[in-house]
Structure formats: C-alpha cells, structure tokens
C-alpha cells in the first residue's frame, strides 16, 4: 500500500453500525494526524435513532433530539460526508460506484447499510399500507393520524400487522395518542406476541395491550386490504374488519443491490463474516449491523441496534489493529437486556434477571438511549433539555398539589 497518502476508509451507510465505527475511529491518533482520511456515504441528511422515532408520535420526544443532521454529529471530526447513495461496490478492485455515478476508491470498506421493509404477498397491501422505519414513514403517519383526529367520525380504527417489539410499541403509542376515540388492531401470524422476549417483556407488554383495550389477534392471516378495510382469517373463518389505518411492520429484508457483490452470503442475503467482522474473501471490507452474520462461531447476534453499537467499537479497533498490521481481534457479542416503550410515559426494561416498568422504566429507559446518542454535544444538549423540562413539569405538579391542599382545607370559622 502506498503511505504517501492517507489511507482511504470509506464507510457505506450512517446508522447504528457505520456512524458509530466512523465517530469511534475518527477518535484514533490515525485519523488526527491525517494518516487515514475517513468518508462517511450517506443518502440522508439526518441520523436516526430508531428506538425512540415512537415517542415523536405523542410528542413525548422532539424531533432534533432524536435526529439530528450528519452536518452537526460530524463538525468537529475530521469525517467527510458525502450524501449520496450507494449503487454498486467492487470488491475486488476496490471501489465504490455512487447514484450520481461517481466511483470512490478505498484501501478499507466498512458496510453497514442496514436492512429495508420487506412487503409480503397481500393484495392492496403496498397500496394502503404505512410502515413505521424512517422520518418519512412517521411524518406519512402523523399526517393520517391528524387527519382523522380532525374528522368527524366518532371511532378511530387503526390496525397494526406484525406482534415484534415494532408493532407492540407502535401500538400502544397510538392507543395513547388517538386515547377514547382508538381503537388499535395488533393482527400476528404467529400464536403469541414478541416470541424470542422473556416472560416479563411479554407480561408486561400484554398488560399494557390490555389495558389500553388493543384487540390482539393471534393465528391471524391478513388476507387483503383496502382502502377501508381488512380481510383477516382467523381459525379458518375469514371476516372483514372496517379499518381507518393500516400499518405494516412485519418483517425486513436485505436490500436488493447487495446480493450482487462477489462476497458470500446466506439465502436470506446476509454477508457472511468472520468472527473480526471481515468479509470471507476480503479480508479489508468489515461488515456489521444488520446485514452482516457470523459464519463460523455459534454466537447468535440479533438485528438490533445494541448488536450494531457493540460491533462499531469492534470494527473501528480491527480497522486500526489492521492499518498498524496488527491481528483484528474477534467480535463477542453481550446481550445486555432489553427495553420497549408501552405508552405514553410507561416502559419495561429486563435486564440480566432484573425487571422494571412502568414511569421508573421510562425514565431509565430515556436516561439509558440518551447516553447512548451519538457525539457528546448532542448528549449534553438532549440531557439539558430534558433535565430542563421535567425540573418545569415538576414545578407545575407541585404547584397543583399546592391548589389542591389549599382548596380541600375547610373554611376558618370566624
Ligand atoms: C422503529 C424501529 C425501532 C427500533 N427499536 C429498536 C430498539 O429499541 N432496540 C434495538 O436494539 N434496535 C431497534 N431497532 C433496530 C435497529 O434500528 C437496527 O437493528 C439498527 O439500526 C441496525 O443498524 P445498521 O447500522 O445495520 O443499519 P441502520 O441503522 O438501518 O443504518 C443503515 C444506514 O445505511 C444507509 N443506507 C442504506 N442504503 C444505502 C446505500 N445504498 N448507500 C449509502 N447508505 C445507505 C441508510 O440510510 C441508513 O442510514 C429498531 C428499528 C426500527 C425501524
């Protein structure tokens, strides 16, 4: 490799696997005294941490907190974004193909370009169905849901396909926000929600369900939809359900462009990695996040956005211990519990055998995410923020609580 210039690291998508390996590099001597020059290949112009897009819903979270623009995450780093898309990958004679049909060339890749909604055979499904993944999908439901809110109809029928922790979440927010007038639909194929959660996840979860009278249907085919209704079969008898709003959330695949890479995937079009995160045959291409499985260890990492933040730092050190011609080390994966919001305010967090929920959890939960953000001023700015808001709603409590004292005590008798 010629070390007259700065080596070239190009990173391919700027979420949970590709932000966090570039911000966490961009830290290392390499990058500072310019001996490595990082690009980060990006379509939007925002990142987006998923796990709270729910609470932009019930406006319990604003927008900026959750995400903010590249522009910002990066001033300070020596990172350069390109905002584009990209098409094609050359793994052998390494370069990047862009939609603007530009070609980047690099001396390491890392690709971490998640996964995208997989649409399953229903007919009218693509043409009424919302899906709840990005900004867009959420500003595409807010719009419908405001424009039901402002109508005249009495009851609101929103159905939500897919039991996953997306469709138990998105439920019980919308349950919140629609409040008396919603009725919330979760339909599953399967025969129970959140199969692969533990039991207090799924008590929890179904309690919050059933408190906000969301009719779960287990063993539920969707059959069709329309623009205002849903054929369902359920123990084999089919019925129609008048429905408002649908929204799809059952199921992800690998994007399309992907299976033509010369690299070896699974059926389900998953690169296959090393334990280091390397690719089989390309031992300078790191792949992680959703996209990426292990081919030879047993460890089971889930397509989640906690497996994604774990294997950044990962990546990011094998990227340096290979520049310095050091052995990468291999990635093991710690699953460290898991939270869903339920509501307006109410979480459940289970971690190593210990659970909470309700208001404690939320807070946890939101405290948790935070210090998890991306870049320590968007950090200190979310957490000021919020520390601001609940010291001004605790002052509002306590002036209430003052009222209601005042006002229950009895009259002084002259
Ligand atoms: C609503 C929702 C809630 C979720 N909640 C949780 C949760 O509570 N906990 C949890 O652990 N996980 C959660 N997840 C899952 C989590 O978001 C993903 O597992 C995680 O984002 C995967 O990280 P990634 O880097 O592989 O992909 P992503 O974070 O999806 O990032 C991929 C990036 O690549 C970019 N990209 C795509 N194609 C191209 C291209 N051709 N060229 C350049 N860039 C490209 C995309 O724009 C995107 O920014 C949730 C997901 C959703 C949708």
Redo the contacts with the bound molecule.
Sequence with gaps: MNTDRPIKICV?????????TALYFSRFDLVKNRKCQVTL????DH??F?????ELLTGELQRWEIAPSYSKLLQGTQIQLRQ????TIDLKARCVG??NDETLSYDYLVL?????NRWANIPGLKDYALT???LA?LERLQTQLHILENSERQHLKVAVIGGG??GV??SCKIADRLGSRGQVYLIERGDALLKNFSKAIGKASYKALKARRIAIHHDCDVEKITADSLRITEQQQAQDLPIDLVIW?AG?QS?E?LSELDCQQTDQGKLLVHPTLQLLDYPEVLA?????QMASTRQNI????????QQ?SCAAKNLKAMIKRNRPKPFFYLHLG????LGKRSAIISSFSINIDGRIADISRRFIYILRLPTQRHKTQVLKHWVKNTLIKLGRWLRWQKQQLFAEKPAKPY
């Design positions: 391919i998508g700027g979420g949970f696997g590709g932000l966090y290949i990006e379509p939007n990142f987006l998923t796990p709270l897009l729910y584009q898309t990209v098409k862009l939609m971490a370009v998640g996964t995208q709840f993944r990005s999908d922790p997306n979440e998105l959330t992800t994007r462009w992680l996040g959703d996209i990426a889930p397509a989640t956005a906690q497996a994604a933040f950044a898991d939270m869903l919001t």
